[in-house]
């Protein structure tokens, strides 16, 4: 990997904003082996970075943060908004300047799974449409009655869309009178109404149970968030054909700003 700047080194490692850690750097309480570096600048190579400290504190270095979110209804699917509520109060504030965006969207009145990242490359697998990875919705659907062979089958040949798109095989398990569980290998624009629609059927409330190798938390409420395992975040990469990065799943570098402080304290494990 190539030698990072400094302060970009140290800001995705939770200690603040560029402009915050370039302050940082200049106050001197930025170390290398004991020596103060001030200059933000310094591009510092991956061998060194273990010689790293704040106030004298080895650097905990993490460049890639992955969140698991409940999201909850209401909320669009942007880190920010300047109409509507958005994601970026969800995400605990140590690491609101650590560049996380949505892999891919779900509707403002879909619940469930969202995941947030921040490596590029990751985010743009996940969200090219060459990856075929299983999203599983609960939905529930009006008229509520029954789901017939006939719809389970229409799902299995793949759907027309209103537009003429033609839909990959889906699968569709009726779960209930009007309920069913939904997985889908791709993600168009609103795709699970559509199909829905394209059997007569109005989706009257949407959740996301899974993405690839991910399954919403039960623990996690609307709202709530924490960070991928070690576990998780290794077969999500492998899911994604990426190797897993080094270091995963170590502590950020806030300290005891690492409390979320937000939302609902229904964050868990950050
Ligand atoms: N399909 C939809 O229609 N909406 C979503 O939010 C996700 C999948």
Redesign the pocket.
């Known amino acids: 990997m190539s030698p990072l700047r400094l302060d970009r080194l140290l800001s995705e490692s939770g200690w603040g904003s560029r402009t915050d850690v370039r302050d940082l750097v200049r106050s001197g309480r930025v170390t290398q082996d004991g020596v103060p570096i001030r200059d933000p600048s310094r591009k510092v190579p991956e061998t060194d970075w273990d010689r790293l400290a704040v106030d004298g504190h080895p650097l905990k270095v993490r460049r890639s943060i992955h969140l698991m979110l409940h999201k909850p209804a209401g909320i669009v699917?942007a880190m920010e908004d300047a109409r509507l509520p958005c994601l970026l109060p969800l995400v605990p504030a140590p690491l609101r300047t650590r560049g996380l965006s949505p892999a891919g969207?779900?509707?403002r009145?879909?619940t469930g799974l969202l995941l947030l990242t921040n490596d590029g490359l990751l985010l743009h697998r996940l969200t090219s449409p060459a990856w075929h990875v299983d999203?599983v919705?609960e939905v529930s659907v009006v008229p509520d009655t029954a789901f017939g062979q006939d719809e389970i089958d229409r799902f299995d040949r793949g759907l027309i869309l209103d537009d003429g798109t033609s839909c990959r095989p889906a699968l569709l398990v009726p779960m209930g009178p009007g309920l069913a569980r939904v997985t889908?290998r791709e993600?168009?624009?609103?795709?699970?109404?559509?199909?829905?629609a394209a059997i007569g059927r109005t989706?009257a409330a949407?959740h996301?149970t899974a993405m690839g190798p991910l399954a919403l938390d039960p623990a996690l409420s609307p709202g709530g968030v924490r960070e991928l395992t070690q576990g998780e975040i290794a077969a999500l990469y492998a899911s994604a054909g990426l190797p897993a990065p080094q270091g995963i799943g170590e502590a950020a570098g806030v300290g005891d700003a690492a409390g979320s402080g937000v939302g609902d304290g229904n964050s868990v494990g950050i």
Do not use: A, I, N
């Open positions: 699917t969207r779900l509707d009145d879909t999203k919705y889908l993600g168009r624009f609103h795709q699970v109404k559509r199909m829905m989706v949407l996301r």
